[in-house]
């Protein structure tokens, strides 16, 4: 390959265009097939897309080439957050195309935590040439291929050309996927939204609101609900409180698909469900949040009790849950005693623990409250 040959040059820079827009009738662009293609024109480098959000969830999406993939995950888990490079990428415009050993050599990073424990150590990645795909003040996407120093006088200005070359395309077909990916997360939410008739929040892990139902903008219009700056919080505190633990309790992947939580308000019983949407994304690059649908419903008297969910709020043994069951359904001390085939102490001293954790002190007012815990699903 005579990487001074310009028109040799040219037909990489289209054949990496052609792999990377193959499918974008499917809304996301082929950067795997691409990178290998770019990558394997230039022997001995490595390419990495990298993209860093809010600076402080920084990753390498993909890779190519000459590098091991412990090295890419010490990058993703460590050393993107030390990278001194990011800093020089994030001040430059979109489509900007930088060669490391002319516009910032690694050099001046040598002490440096990346540089000797990271770069350094790969033997073939001090020199880079790279091209800034797309930027925001929280948001920063590049694409950098790596090579040995001794490389920079062969493939410095050839990779060069080719990422301006095909710089206009990338930009068109990022902006492409970007526009299809946001439409398919609002038609996704708005999906949630109207195929349900009880109201719908959607939410993220920070309570920020995506959407709602005509259903939910009652329980605004009741002051029921509020939603300020952006954020919806519940107008009851253990109910608020309740809802920002398990948001908190999802992000840190602690909890189960579906979360529920009875509360009275307003002379009202309602019933709290948070579901994780889990949508498949339909592009690696701009990939949405995690989004949760907040359900309500108004709780009559006349449902079937959910045990599971009275032991759950009211953190029950199963053993409790058991003498519950009983208890709540009208058996007597001595009934439950023989049906579970404990003694009636055992059952009284059980019982007591019920009352203290519910703040009843009767048994019909343990069976009222359990009334209040339907078994139907919102």
């Not at 308000?265 to 339909?282: A, H, T, Y």
């Not at 709020?313 to 208890?327: D, G, K, M, N």
């Amino acid at each position: 390959m005579n990487y001074r040959d310009q028109n040799q040059l040219d037909k990489i820079s289209e054949e990496f265009c052609r792999h990377l827009t193959a499918d974008i009738e499917a809304g996301a662009l082929n950067w795997q097939t691409s990178l290998s293609f770019l990558v394997a024109s230039f022997p001995g480098s490595f390419g990495v897309l990298l993209l860093q959000k809010d600076y402080s969830d920084d990753m390498a999406l993909l890779w190519s080439g000459d590098i091991e993939p412990s090295a890419i995950a010490s990058y993703s888990e460590h050393y993107a957050s030390v990278n001194p490079w990011v800093g020089v990428w994030k001040g430059m415009p979109s489509g900007s195309v930088r060669m490391s050993e002319v516009h910032s050599p690694a050099k001046q990073f040598r002490g440096t935590e990346f540089y000797e424990d990271w770069l350094r150590p790969l033997s073939n990645g001090e020199a880079s040439v790279g091209i800034k795909l797309h930027g925001s003040d929280d948001f920063l996407l590049h694409l950098p291929i790596h090579f040995d120093l001794k490389q920079c006088d062969a493939y410095n200005n050839a990779l060069a050309r080719v990422f301006v070359r095909a710089r206009s395309r990338l930009m068109e077909a990022i902006h492409a996927e970007k526009q299809y990916a946001q439409a398919y997360k609002h038609g996704s939410l708005d999906w949630v939204c109207r195929s349900s008739h009880a109201p719908v929040f959607v939410l993220d892990l920070h309570s920020k609101v995506y959407d709602f139902n005509a259903s939910a903008r009652r329980l605004i219009d009741e002051s029921i609900m509020t939603i300020q700056k952006g954020k919806l919080s519940i107008n009851h505190r253990a109910a608020n409180g309740w809802m920002a633990t398990r948001l908190f309790e999802l992000g840190k992947g602690l909890c189960n698909d579906s979360w529920r939580f009875l509360f009275q308000i307003k002379q009202r019983d309602l019933l709290l469900e948070l579901v994780d949407l889990n949508f498949s994304s339909v592009s690696k690059i701009f990939e949405h949040h995690r989004y949760f649908a907040l359900r309500i419903a108004d709780i009559p008297f006349d449902r079937i009790t959910d045990f599971n969910l009275v032991a759950q709020y009211y953190h029950l043994t199963p053993a409790e849950c058991r003498t519950l069951r009983i208890i709540a359904s009208g058996g007597s001390v001595q009934e439950c005693a023989r049906q579970l085939g404990n003694t009636e102490n055992t059952v009284r001293s059980t019982l007591k623990t019920i009352f203290d954790k519910t703040g009843t002190s009767r048994q019909g007012e343990l069976v009222a409250l359990c009334h209040r815990f339907s078994a139907n699903r919102i």
